[in-house]
Antibody, heavy 124, light 110 residues
Framework: EVQLVQSGAEVKKPGATVKISCKVS????????MHWVQQAPGKGLEWMGL????????IYAEKFQGRVTITADTSTDTAYMELSSLRSEDTAVYYC?????????????????WGQGTLVTVSS | QSALTQPASVSGSPGQSITISCTGT?????????VSWYQQHPGKAPKLMIY???KRPSGVSNRFSGSKSGNTASLTISGLQAEDEADYYC??????????FGGGTKLTVL
């Protein structure tokens, strides 16, 4: 069974940095992209970026470029999302999610498995 | 990359059919057959309902179907049931090798 288990809720002050983890099981970590998605309270889903765990290559959404760092640790099958220079608008639930088909299939465009979400609250 | 455009809300009575549209550009929806649809109940993670425009993952009811014409994709839910009440999001792969979501549509079952 594919499982993505995220770290717990965080409370941060403006200007701080938060790092969220996502530990996976039930599949070969390096065969699937790991995406991160933001959802502010009462708002929609926003794609932040992804990492290819095989080689560490990343792609980031323009909105988060420069503030977000996504990494993968293949020794522990864990992905991380670090967001810096936090502001109140970053208060949101952050999801890690992975494709349902492996990268090598060439058909990796659906995001089918999701973590439970991690609430990050930014408040002074 | 701008969000894909979805209606804010749709509604229907049990047993009826509804359709949710998702409009993008030739750089995303119109350029690739990689549109997905997600269902999200309050406080829950999104659930994949449709991928590659019209394919259903195993376990998803055949009451859910997807299609695309030009830059607009559509999700149709037939035989509406109370448990279909949720938020629905479309998503597309883009020419920038990124992904983009729609703004979301709240479905109310009357």
């Amino acid at each position: 069974e594919v499982q993505l288990v995220q770290s717990g809720a965080e409370v941060k002050k403006p200007g701080a940095t938060v790092k969220i983890s996502c530990k996976v099981s039930g599949y070969t970590f390096t065969d699937y992209y790991m995406h991160w998605v933001q959802q502010a309270p009462g708002k929609g889903l926003e794609w932040m970026g992804l990492v290819d765990p095989e080689d560490g290559e990343t792609i980031y959404a323009e909105k988060f470029q420069g503030r977000v760092t996504i990494t993968a640790d293949t020794s522990t099958d864990t992905a991380y999302m670090e967001l810096s220079s936090l502001r109140s608008e970053d208060t949101a639930v952050y999801y890690c999610a992975t494709n349902t088909r492996p990268i090598w299939s060439g058909y990796y465009f659906d995001i089918g498995y999701w973590g439970q979400g991690t609430l990050v609250t930014v408040s002074s | 990359q701008s969000a894909l455009t979805q209606p804010a809300s749709v509604s229907g009575s049990p047993g009826q059919s509804i359709t949710i549209s998702c409009t993008g550009t030739s750089s995303d929806v119109g350029g690739y057959n990689y549109v997905s649809w997600y269902q999200q109940h309050p406080g829950k993670a999104p659930k994949l309902m449709i991928y590659d425009v019209s394919k259903r993952p195993s376990g998803v009811s055949n009451r859910f179907s997807g299609s695309k014409s030009g830059n607009t994709a559509s999700l149709t839910i037939s035989g509406l049931q109370a448990e279909d009440e949720a938020d629905y999001y479309c998503s597309s792969y883009t020419s920038s090798s990124t992904w983009v979501f729609g703004g979301g549509t709240k479905l109310t079952v009357l």
